[in-house]
């Protein structure tokens, strides 16, 4: 609650290419309302100056984000802010399944469909972990670039949802992989993500900068309203093939295991109360605990 949009993520221009990195590393770019707002607000003003041509969003520190805030002491999930994506009752004077829709539709899926239509090129430079809610971001983005030090996972069916609220995982990974990484909440390697054509290129940590800022420079180079147009015209495809109808179905099956568990477990996130995250934390070093994802229960 003490931390400001403004800390939580960075913003910087260079060269034609707006960097935004999620800024609460020794949270492991956990990402609290503070955060997703602040990625929002960074988007936006990269859009507006005419000085940026292509996006790179990246994490702070080691990983590139663990997930969605459940349990730092910055999480800020009962703070009402100003609806930008979705226009629904506020959720924190809402009850049970009401709240939850309210709150995941705003914070979560209509605000990636905000930013995977942001006009201008952005690149994921995914520089370690990216767990959960780290993918909704990651795969919000045009082109993911990814150390060696990285994968990808979605553990979140150990909380008794099917998986993150984005729900892009089969059009990202391909149906197998998809479900491999759901079923085992495994970890897939950024070799294998890129085999499978989600990544556009793997680097060394010490290279992959230098390698994601060359494949911005590249982009760069071509014409502005051409580049947005191009964005436009493979969206609309990837569209037309059922991405928002499929995405909005599982959404309807996500709300419904949070309310599931609710009644038979007394929380949206069955197994995973933030009573038992708190005491987790706790117990661990600042360093270990931003975490895995999920709601507010
Ligand atoms: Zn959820």
């Not at 609806?83 to 709150?103: G, V």
């Not at 201008?120 to 430079?125: E, G």
């Not at 780290?134 to 990285?150: E, P, Q």
């Not at 085999?195 to 800022?213: F, I, K, N, S």
Request: aromatic share 6%.
């Amino acid at each position: 609650m003490s931390e400001h949009q403004d800390d939580v993520v960075l913003y910087a221009v260079e060269d034609g290419i707006a960097t935004i990195t999620l800024n609460r590393p020794e949270y492991r770019n956990a990402q609290n309302l503070a955060m997703i707002y602040g990625i929002d607000g960074a988007l936006k003003r990269a859009v507006l100056d005419d000085a940026v041509r292509v996006v790179v969003i990246t994490g702070a520190g080691s990983v590139f984000s663990a997930g969605h805030d459940i349990g730092s002491p910055g999480r800020d999930v009962h703070v009402q802010y100003d609806s930008r994506a979705a226009l629904w009752p506020e959720y924190t004077r809402a009850e049970a399944a009401e709240e939850r829709y309210a709150r995941e539709i705003e914070i979560y899926l209509e605000m990636c469909r905000r930013w995977r239509a942001a006009s201008k090129p952005t690149i994921a430079m995914v520089n370690g972990p990216c767990i959960a809610g780290g993918l909704m971001i990651a795969w919000s983005c045009d082109l993911i670039t990814a150390s060696t030090s990285a994968y990808f996972a979605d553990p979140v069916v150990q909380m008794g949802v099917p998986g993150v609220e984005l729900f892009a995982h089969p059009w990202e990974l391909g149906t197998r992989l998809a479900k491999e990484m759901l079923f085992t909440r495994g970890q897939v390697s950024a070799e294998r993500a890129a085999a499978a054509g989600m990544v556009a290129l793997v680097a060394e940590p010490d290279r992959l900068v230098e390698e994601t800022r060359a494949l911005a420079q590249r982009v760069a180079r071509n014409d502005r309203f051409a580049l947005a147009l191009a964005k436009v015209a493979v969206n609309r495809a990837q569209d037309a093939m059922g991405y928002h109808v499929g995405i909005d179905s599982v959404f309807g099956l996500h709300q419904l295991a949070h309310s599931h568990n609710a009644e038979v477990a007394g929380h949206g996130n069955r197994g995973v109360g933030v009573d038992a995250i708190r005491a987790s934390l706790q117990a661990e070093s600042a360093a270990a605990a931003g975490n895995v994802d999920e709601g507010k229960e």
